[in-house]
């Protein structure tokens, strides 16, 4: 069996000492190094956890520009094809209001052209009579030779017509 005699005694009390030494110089600076290990780590994940929420909080304030953004942009492009819409159709407006004086200024050309025409066959018609009239008095007239100067007086008439 096991002796009881001082030496394990001395042993025993070897030992808690060496236990008390060590908890003291050895023990309490890993616990303490490893707390501060814990509580760095800790740290770093809080921190990593707050950089993460703020990196997503900037991600949506970005997407939130970039869609404010793009909403702009479509309005300017809608803006720009409504000004372009209203410039086409200005310039219709003014092309068509062109075309309208044009066409007026031709009728009022053509109504002159018309009148001018009418003066001279008036002109043309009293020369003719003239002639008529001097035929005939200038003649003894019979109803034959009325009715042949009648029909070359009007076939001089068409004549000098289809000739302008």
């Known amino acids: 069996m096991v002796e009881l005699n001082g030496t394990l005694l001395i042993q025993i009390i070897n030992f808690v000492i060496l236990c008390a030494i060590l908890g003291h110089f050895c023990y309490k600076p890993v616990l303490k190094v490893l707390d501060e290990r814990k509580n760095r780590i800790k740290n770093d994940l809080d921190s990593a956890a ?3 929420a703020d990196a997503e909080k900037l991600k949506e304030s970005y997407e939130e520009q970039l869609r404010d953004a793009q909403a702009k942009a479509q309005e300017i492009v809608d803006k720009a094809v409504k000004e372009a819409k209203v410039q086409a159709d200005a310039q219709i407006k003014e092309a068509h209001a062109a075309i309208e004086k044009e066409k007026e200024n031709a009728t009022k050309q053509i109504e002159r052209e018309r009148k001018d025409a009418l003066e001279e066959l008036k002109s043309q018609v009293a020369g003719l009579s003239c002639e008529i009239a001097a035929k005939i008095i200038s ?19 068409d004549a000098r017509k289809a000739g302008k």
């Open 139 to 157: 003649k003894n007239m019979t109803p034959e030779t009325n009715d042949r100067l009648i029909a070359e007086s009007i076939a001089k008439l």
């Open 50 to 52: 707050a950089s993460k």
